[in-house]
């Protein structure tokens, strides 16, 4: 939707006549829109009535369907029977009349938690970045602030507290309403029961056929996948694939990233990814599968993904692309995080802490002969602290911080005692953002206060192997966001040592 589709004749009308509204005690969406029509009448001004046509301003097309659809079930191509919920052209609901529980129950959330974001009502936080809608609102001045509770017809999502004040704040709502619809549409898609074919990773392949790490396309097409050809399964896709991705994209030899200009590496950046790329891609040293050529393994590669969330829980086959591309060489990847097994108790019971395992770690070991992954319910300085880890090798080692919030007030105390100890190890550390706003907050953080004590390996940017599918914020409806916008990395500063030359010493002393 675009503005230009927008009548501007309306607009201006519903804008201009804001006081004649008839006072409601409740401004809710329904699915019926009004069928009274617009009269002339020849009353006084003061007693004529203004009735809102419901979608008088949305561009949307209102398509009315032959019948209803019929949920049904199928046999999709793994044998599995399913229940067809919605189909291709059915589903954009409003979030409160959605055919979904889960999603009834996440618009009952918003409307509890999310505020009006109109000019009139006072703030109700601080704004954290110039296009933040709660920038224009005052502290003193203003209504008190109201929760969201009017669902926009063309994005179906809770965002103003009445219709009023969504037909006066519409241009502003036009932003960002496609991709909120777009998000709609993405959240039914995963409810609806149809057979998801992009989610069937490629397999491994032989190591001589080298994968083009520069876009999603790229990618997809040099290590074999299946044809995605509609927009919606590329962006249900890489929403998984964007964890793992990121990583490789920034160790794998073949990275988009380098130091030539627009590369965005530094050259302490390529001294701290040329040590990892090295161990990852080691030469060939004549190793066969028998005692007469036997060779030493070299230690596993250990990423350490700390305040884990969501990326501890998906599918293992997703990390395993992550390992496909290394060949000879083994992962061991550690998820730390308080919420590093959030809803997954019943899969995986938390074990009992004993002396084996001092911090009851969940340990994967039978995923494949190339991965092993650990999960602790811990912060990462608790481990630290107690040497469960060290020692640390730049050469194996790298710590990984999808979304951190370095610099976010709500979650700065988190990190406060971590960063220190992350520096300290002089290991590489990859971090993304939410958003330009969000990463850049974390950035300006760690210049300020550790600017003396780390070095910038990344330059902040967009991250090639972003998810394309966009999030909605249940508390900020209007703070639209993606997985893994932004990447950048850093480390410890390192400080090396040069021995003086003793003949330029001796010489000096001859001359004096």
Same mark, same amino acid.
């Given at each position: 939707?675009?503005?230009?589709?927008?009548?501007?004749?309306?607009?201006?009308?519903?804008?201009?006549?804001?006081?004649?509204?008839?006072?409601?005690?409740?401004?809710?969406?329904?699915?019926?829109?009004?069928?009274?029509?617009?009269?002339?009448?020849?009353?006084?001004?003061?007693?004529?009535?203004? $009735?809102?046509?419901?979608?008088?301003?949305?561009?949307?097309?209102?398509?009315?369907?032959?019948? $209803?659809?019929?949920?049904?079930?199928?046999?999709?191509?793994?044998?599995?029977?399913?229940?067809?919920?919605?189909?291709?052209?059915?589903?954009?609901?409003?979030?409160?009349?959605?055919?979904?529980?889960?999603?009834?129950?996440?618009?009952?959330?918003?409307?509890?938690?999310?505020?009006?974001?109109?000019?009139?009502?006072?703030?109700?936080?601080?704004?954290?970045?110039?296009?933040?809608?709660?920038? @224009?609102?005052?502290?003193?001045?203003?209504?008190?602030?109201?929760?969201?509770?009017?669902?926009?017809?063309?994005?179906?999502?809770?965002?103003?507290?009445?219709?009023?004040?969504?037909?006066?704040?519409?241009?502003?709502?036009? @932003?960002?309403?496609?991709?909120?619809?777009?998000?709609?549409?993405?959240?039914?898609?995963?409810?609806?029961?149809?057979?998801?074919?992009?989610?069937?990773?490629?397999?491994?392949?032989?190591?001589?056929?080298?994968?083009?790490?520069?876009?999603?396309?790229?990618?997809?097409?040099?290590?074999?996948?299946?044809?995605?050809?509609?927009?919606?399964?590329?962006?249900?896709?890489?929403?998984?694939?964007?964890?793992?991705?990121?990583?490789?994209?920034?160790?794998?030899?073949?990275?988009?990233?380098?130091?030539?200009?627009?590369?965005?590496?530094?050259?302490?950046?390529?001294?701290?990814?040329?040590?990892?790329?090295?161990?990852?891609?080691?030469?060939?040293?004549?190793?066969?599968? *028998?005692?007469?050529?036997?060779?030493?393994?070299?230690?596993?590669?250990?990423?350490?993904?700390?305040?884990?969330?969501?990326?501890?829980?998906?599918?293992?086959?997703?990390?395993?692309?992550? $390992?496909?591309?290394?060949?000879?060489?083994?992962?061991?990847?550690?998820?730390?995080?308080?919420?590093?097994?959030?809803?997954?108790?019943?899969?995986?019971?938390?074990?009992?802490?004993?002396?084996?395992?001092?911090?009851?770690?969940?340990?994967?070991? @039978?995923?494949?002969?190339?991965?092993?992954?650990? *999960?602790?319910?811990?912060?990462?300085?608790?481990?630290?602290?107690?040497?469960?880890?060290?020692?640390?090798?730049?050469?194996?080692?790298?710590?990984?911080?999808?979304?951190?919030?370095?610099?976010?007030?709500?979650?700065?105390?988190?990190?406060?005692?971590?960063?220190?100890?992350?520096?300290?190890?002089?290991?590489?550390?990859?971090?993304?953002?939410?958003?330009?706003?969000?990463?850049?907050?974390?950035?300006?953080?760690?210049?300020?206060?550790?600017?003396?004590?780390?070095?910038?390996?990344?330059?902040?940017?967009?991250?090639?192997? @972003?998810?394309?599918?966009?999030?909605?914020?249940?508390?900020?409806?209007?703070?639209?966001?993606?997985?893994?916008?932004?990447?950048?990395?850093?480390?410890?500063?390192?400080?090396?040592?040069?021995?003086?030359?003793?003949?330029?010493?001796?010489?000096?002393?001859?001359?004096?």
């Amino acid at each position: 939707m675009r503005s230009s589709y927008t009548c501007n004749r309306c607009l201006s009308a519903v804008k201009g006549s804001r006081s004649q509204l008839r006072p409601s005690s409740s401004f809710r969406f329904s699915a019926q829109p009004l069928n009274t029509p617009r009269t002339h009448s020849t009353k006084s001004t003061a007693t004529r009535q203004l $009735a809102l046509p419901r979608r008088g301003l949305s561009s949307t097309a209102n398509r009315k369907f032959e019948k $209803a659809f019929a949920p049904f079930e199928y046999v999709d191509p793994e044998g599995v029977t399913r229940k067809l919920v919605l189909d291709e052209e059915n589903l954009f609901h409003s979030f409160t009349n959605s055919p979904i529980p889960a999603i009834r129950k996440r618009a009952a959330f918003m409307r509890q938690h999310a505020y009006c974001p109109h000019e009139s009502h006072r703030a109700t936080r601080t704004p954290y970045s110039v296009v933040d809608l709660e920038n @224009r609102k005052s502290i003193d001045k203003g209504t008190p602030p109201a929760h969201s509770d009017f669902e926009c017809p063309d994005c179906g999502v809770p965002v103003y507290c009445c219709e009023e004040h969504w037909a006066d704040d519409y241009e502003a709502h036009l @932003r960002v309403c496609d991709v909120m619809r777009q998000a709609n549409e993405d959240d039914h898609d995963l409810h609806s029961g149809r057979y998801f074919k992009e989610f069937h990773f490629a397999p491994p392949q032989i190591e001589e056929i080298l994968p083009n790490m520069s876009s999603w396309d790229t990618y997809l097409y040099t290590r074999d996948y299946d044809a995605l050809n509609e927009d919606r399964e590329m962006r249900q896709a890489t929403k998984l694939l964007t964890y793992p991705m990121t990583i490789a994209s920034v160790l794998h030899e073949l990275s988009p990233y380098n130091i030539r200009k627009g590369g965005r590496l530094t050259p302490e950046g390529l001294k701290s990814f040329s040590a990892l790329r090295h161990s990852l891609h080691p030469p060939r040293t004549g190793g066969g599968d *028998t005692w007469k050529n036997a060779r030493l393994a070299p230690p596993s590669v250990r990423l350490f993904i700390l305040g884990a969330r969501a990326e501890s829980s998906l599918p293992r086959e997703t990390w395993m692309q992550m $390992a496909y591309l290394f060949h000879r060489v083994q992962f061991s990847v550690h998820f730390i995080g308080p919420e590093s097994m959030a809803n997954r108790e019943s899969e995986l019971p938390l074990p009992e802490r004993t002396p084996l395992n001092p911090f009851g770690a969940v340990v994967e070991d @039978r995923i494949s002969n190339a991965m092993k992954i650990s *999960t602790f319910v811990e912060y990462y300085h608790t481990l630290h602290k107690t040497g469960y880890f060290q020692p640390y090798d730049p050469y194996f080692d790298c710590f990984v911080a999808f979304h951190p919030g370095f610099g976010n007030p709500a979650s700065l105390h988190e990190w406060e005692e971590t960063l220190p100890l992350l520096l300290e190890t002089k290991c590489p550390v990859i971090a993304t953002g939410y958003s330009p706003w969000d990463m850049q907050q974390d950035v300006d953080h760690l210049k300020n206060r550790y600017g003396n004590e780390m070095d910038m390996l990344m330059e902040p940017g967009t991250n090639k192997f @972003r998810s394309l599918r966009w999030d909605l914020t249940d508390f900020e409806p209007h703070d639209v966001t993606c997985s893994n916008y932004g990447l950048y990395a850093f480390r410890g500063k390192r400080y090396e040592t040069m021995r003086k030359d003793e003949e330029v010493e001796e010489h000096s002393e001859r001359t004096q």
